[in-house]
Nanobody, 117 residues
Framework: QVQLAESGGGLVQPGGSLRLSCAASGIVFRLYTMAWYRQAPGKQRELVASITREGWLNYADSVKGRFIIFRDNAKDTVYLQMNSLKPEDTASYLC???????????WGQGTQVTVSS
């Protein structure tokens, strides 16, 4: 069974940092593009960052320079390091695994990040 288990969310003050983790099982992790999406109530789901199996990176303009996505294939885990957090970063963050042009596409359940003083 495919599982994407997110962790690391929580409440943080503006300007603070969090590191999200997504541990994958049931897939050949090294073959997948991994990504973090986020969704806030009343807003569309948006791509935050992605990393391909080759290591190519993509970031939303709103997080460039603040967030870093990286993966550890030995641990089947992808991370999102979030720095200089802003209230507008508040959302549920979902891990995504995709391969073969989304022929196989899996989602985690999400971890809540709340940025507030």
């Amino acid at each position: 069974q495919v599982q994407l288990a997110e962790s690391g969310g929580g409440l943080v003050q503006p300007g603070g940092s969090l590191r999200l983790s997504c541990a994958a099982s049931g897939i050949v992790f090294r073959l997948y593009t991994m990504a973090w999406y986020r969704q806030a109530p009343g807003k569309q789901r948006e791509l935050v960052a992605s990393i391909t199996r080759e290591g190519w990176l993509n970031y939303a303009d709103s997080v460039k320079g603040r967030f870093i996505i990286f993966r550890d294939n030995a641990k089947d885990t992808v991370y999102l390091q979030m720095n200089s957090l802003k209230p507008e970063d508040t959302a549920s963050y979902l891990c995504n695994a995709n391969v073969l042009d989304q022929a196989y596409n899996y989602w985690g359940q999400g971890t809540q990040v709340t940025v507030s003083s």
